[in-house]
C-alpha cells in the first residue's frame, strides 16, 4: 500500500489549492479514506473524510464550507479542494486509509498559506 500526493504549495490568503492522493496496492474503492495535516509543534488532526461510494464526509470544523473532499473510484484518487485558504491552514497534509488493521499513510505535502 501506498500513495502519491500532489498539489500542495505556497498560496496567498483567500486563496486555492488542489491536493489529490494516488493509492496503489489495495482495492481502494472498499476503504473510506481520509486527509490529515499537522502543522509545527502541534498534532496532526483529522481534516476531512469520505466514505467508499464519496456519500458521507466528514470535515473539521475549522474547514467546513472552505475544503471539500471527493474521491474517483475509478482512478483510485481522493482529492482535497481547499478555498479561502488562511494562514492557520498551513501544515503538512497526508492522505490516509486503513487497511487490515493497518493505518497508511501519503509521505505528506506541504501546503503553506502567507502573503
Known amino acids: 500500500v501506498h500513495f502519491v500526493e500532489s498539489g500542495g504549495g505556497l498560496v496567498q490568503p483567500g486563496g486555492s489549492l488542489r491536493l489529490s492522493c494516488e493509492a496503489f496496492?489495495?482495492?481502494?474503492?472498499?476503504?473510506?479514506m481520509s486527509w490529515f495535516r499537522q502543522a509545527p509543534g502541534q498534532e496532526r488532526e483529522m481534516v476531512a473524510q469520505?466514505?467508499?461510494?464519496?456519500?458521507?464526509?466528514y470535515y473539521l470544523h475549522s474547514v467546513e464550507g472552505r475544503f471539500t473532499i471527493s474521491r474517483d473510484n475509478l482512478r483510485n484518487t481522493v482529492d482535497l479542494w481547499m478555498n479561502r485558504l488562511r494562514p492557520e491552514d498551513t501544515a503538512t497534509y497526508y492522505c490516509?486509509?486503513?487497511?487490515?488493521?493497518?493505518?497508511?499513510w501519503g509521505q505528506g505535502i506541504q501546503v503553506t498559506v502567507s502573503p
Open positions: 469520505v466514505a467508499v461510494d464519496g456519500s458521507a464526509s
Open positions: 490516509k486509509t486503513v487497511h487490515l488493521g493497518k493505518a497508511y
Open positions: 496496492g489495495f482495492p481502494f474503492s472498499t476503504y473510506g
